[in-house]
Every structure is written in C-alpha cells, then in structure tokens.
C-alpha cells in the first residue's frame, strides 16, 4: 500500500509545508494526524504566500483531497478563517477537498487562555509554547474530558459536556491563575456560529476513508507537524509539544495499521533551528546564527517570533532517523548557507568530559553537552537558480554527500529555495 509519511526531523519549522506542497502534485489524500494551529507552513506559489497551520498543505492542489485525522486538535474559529481565507484566494473550490474527523479534539478560547496564563505563571521556567491551546486540549482528552469535533453538532449533549468541561477550566482559571472565568453560553454561541460554517467538511470516519484509499492503492502523503525533537515522549522534554510528532504518531493519529507505510522521509534544513526554550547544542549566539537567521528569514509563521539559529547537528539528525524510522531525507534551505567560508557540522558532543555520538535522553544531559564539529569547505556561489543537483558548486555537493554518508540514509530531495521550481529531485516520490 503506497503511504508516505514526512516528518521533521529537527525542532519543526523545516520546511514540510514545502515538500507536502510540492509532493501533493502526485498525491491523492494528504492527511494531518497530529498536532494543530501551532504548526505554520508558509508556502509560495506562483511567487503568492499562503500560510496555513491546520489544513494540510496538499490543499493547493485541487486534485488532493485533504484530510483533518482524530489526532489533532482544532481550534474551531482558526479553521474557519483558514478555510475562508483559501476561498476567498480561489484555492479552495470544491468543499469535498476537506475532510475533518469527526474524533478530533475541539480546542475552544479557554484551552489558549489557559496555556497563555500557564507560560505566564512559569516565568523564566516556560516551555516558550505557541500559546494556541495545544497542551490544554491534549490534556483535555487524555482527561477524557474533551469536546470533538463530532459534538459540535449533537445540540442535545453538548451543553452537559461543556458544563462537565468548564467547571474544572473555571476553578483553574479563577482561582489559580486569576483569569476570567469562562461561561457555557458564551461557548455554545461561538459554536453554534463556527459548527454551521464547518459541517460541510464533517467526514465522520476518516480512518475508514483512508484505509479504503490505501487498499485501492491510492497514493496517500501523511503530513507530521513539529519536528521529533518536540515529541512528547522522545524529545527535549519538557520542552516539547504535547502530541508525538514521530512517524509512528501518523499510524494512531490516523487510525491505521504499520504495514500500509513503505517510506517514511524525514526533513531537516542544512542548518538548525528552534523556537521556544529547551537545550539546542549547536546553537549560535552570535553573528553567524544572525546571518542564518535573516538569510534564512527564520521568523515564525505561526508567532512570528525569531527563531534560535545554529549548524546542522548530525547527532540529534541521527537520533529523529532512528526514532522515526526514516528512509530518505529532504535537505531544505541549502541555498541560506552560501557564502560562508567554513560550514561546521556537528557529529558528536563532549558530555562531562567523555566524547558521544549518541544522542543522550536522561533529563538534564542534553543541556550539559557542547557540540563537537567538523568543518567542512563552504561556497560563495548562489544556489536559488540551480535545475539539478549538478548544477551546485562542488562544495555544496560535497555538503550534501557527507550529510547523506553521515546519516547512512539517501538524500532524495534538495530545496535551494522556497518556491515549488527551486526543488532538485534526486529520487522522486512514490516512483
Ligand atoms: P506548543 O505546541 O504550542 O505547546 O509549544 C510547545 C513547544 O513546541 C514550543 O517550544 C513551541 O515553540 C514548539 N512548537 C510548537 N509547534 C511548533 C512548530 O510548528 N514549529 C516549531 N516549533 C513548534
């Protein structure tokens, strides 16, 4: 059965949006599986930015019909702006394109209060979240607790599970973090309003709408949001996101089975970066994170805040490989690092005085670890105009064989640029 799943590799923010984008040219269904408006995709086509944080990137090809799966959360009112927002640009023509489950967690205002005032209380210690709700909601249906997306359109029961819902939010919201208290009516108005402009896209059973699919051997692309380093379990704990951003996130979040997946492609950038706090060895704070950083326009999509910039760290690139299972990697923003005389890399970290190549995962190691490089020959040429991998200067070439003989796994794809035609295919998808 012909399943892709993309993942990011890093700290999210590696340019999946892109690659979705670019590989729903061959797809039939992309499908999101985790996570919610905390994601941000900015693409461009046709020289014209569109950015979207729930709606899979596949929806800019009206061919790909789109699917919303039980795993992510949904902040109900953000959905609907997306979607108006493609309308109203043309792209979205036809209301079958989008599927939203109807097990998905509905992420209402109180949930992004609650996460704000939460960062808020933390001070110094905040995880640096997005502030749209994400670890409320996911606590919420781990609480069993949780309004989904199915609800918003039982009129009959919605008031009870609002009411079971808000009593605990409120005394929370009230008496510990001094915020206002949320009222049921004041919910149901926004849902009464959202629900009606949403149900078009109601699917009910999108597990079941995929794994038709994937029997009838329809190309299906899973689209991962945030990157392994955010995952809940695996990552940088407790600086994460409250889903599992791994490959294996795609078979739950989904609802199918390991055996309908043949390829799992991981995307990291040439370089890295991480937004919100938690340990980043290879950051650098200085004059050459500032130059990746406004090269390579690293400003959030979905907060705009800056994000921290440093060289490519082929320890934690290991580590997403093996906890993903990934089979091919998408090198993004290869063009950002040109003019640089000297490109470090990093293959190991000196961790109380001993060398490691392997990622370290006990709490307070990864913060205790000092990258050790290897630099590598840099190009003055620009990269945006190349057609194939042929057409890079020799170093960039030799840039892109060592990362893919580090890593032991091919690099199928390299991205010198943020629009569709700046993508050089070394392997094509799904041939
Ligand atoms: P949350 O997902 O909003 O709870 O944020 C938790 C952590 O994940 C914070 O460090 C965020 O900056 C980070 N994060 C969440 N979504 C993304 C993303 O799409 N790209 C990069 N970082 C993200």
């Given at each position: ?23 729903s040219q061959k797809a039939d269904f992309v499908v999101r599986y985790q996570g919610g408006a905390n994601a941000g995709h900015t693409l461009v086509v046709d020289g014209k930015k569109t950015v979207l944080h729930l709606i899979p990137s596949g929806v800019l090809h009206p061919h790909t019909t789109c699917i919303i799966a039980a795993g992510c959360v949904l902040d109900i009112e953000k959905l609907s702006d997306e979607i108006r927002a493609l309308k109203e640009n043309g792209l979205l023509k036809d209301d079958a394109q989008l ?333």
């Open positions: 059965m012909p399943g892709i799943i993309v993942v990011g590799s890093q700290w999210g923010d590696e340019g999946k949006g892109k690659v979705v984008d670019v590989f599927q939203i489950s109807d097990s998905a967690t509905v992420i209402l205002p109180y949930h992004k209060v609650l996460d704000q005032a939460r960062e808020k209380a933390a001070g110094l210690e905040k995880i640096g979240t997005t502030g749209r709700g994400i670890g409320p909601a996911y606590e919420e249906r781990a609480s069993r607790k949780a309004l989904l997306f199915g609800d918003l359109f039982q009129k009959d029961s919605l008031r009870g599970k609002l009411e079971v819902a808000l009593k605990e939010k409120n005394f929370l919201l009230e008496k510990f973090y001094n915020e206002k208290p949320v009222s049921v009516d004041e919910m149901i108005t926004l849902i009464d309003k959202v629900a009606k402009y949403l149900e078009p896209y109601r699917s009910r059973d999108t597990s079941l709408q995929i794994y038709k699919a994937l029997k009838a051997t329809k190309k299906v692309l899973f689209e991962g949001a945030q990157g392994s380093l955010l995952d809940l379990l695996h990552g940088t704990y407790p600086f994460v996101t409250s889903s599992s951003t791994l490959s294996g996130s795609a078979m739950i979040g989904a609802g199918i089975g390991p055996g309908t997946i043949n390829q799992v492609m991981g995307i990291t950038k040439a370089y890295t970066t991480r937004v919100g706090s938690g340990p980043f060895p290879t950051e650098c704070d200085n004059e050459i994170g500032e130059r990746l950083r406004q090269t390579g326009a690293e400003f959030g999509a979905t907060t705009g805040r800056s994000r921290r910039c440093g060289w490519l760290d082929l320890v934690a690139l290991k580590y997403a490989i093996r906890l993903s299972g990934i089979t091919s990697l998408a090198l993004m923003k290869l063009d950002v690092l040109s003019g640089f005389e000297k490109i470090d890399v990093c293959n190991a970290y000196e961790l109380d005085g001993q060398r490691i190549t392997e990622y370290p995962v006990s709490p307070g190691d990864l913060a205790r670890c000092k990258p050790l490089y290897e630099s590598l020959n840099g190009w003055k040429e620009d990269l945006t105009q190349a057609k194939s991998v042929q057409d890079l200067p020799r170093y960039a070439q030799e840039y892109v064989q060592f990362i893919g003989a580090s890593v032991a796994v091919p690099i199928d794809v390299v991205s010198v640029g943020p629009g569709r035609d700046q993508t050089l295919w070394i392997k094509p998808l799904f041939s």
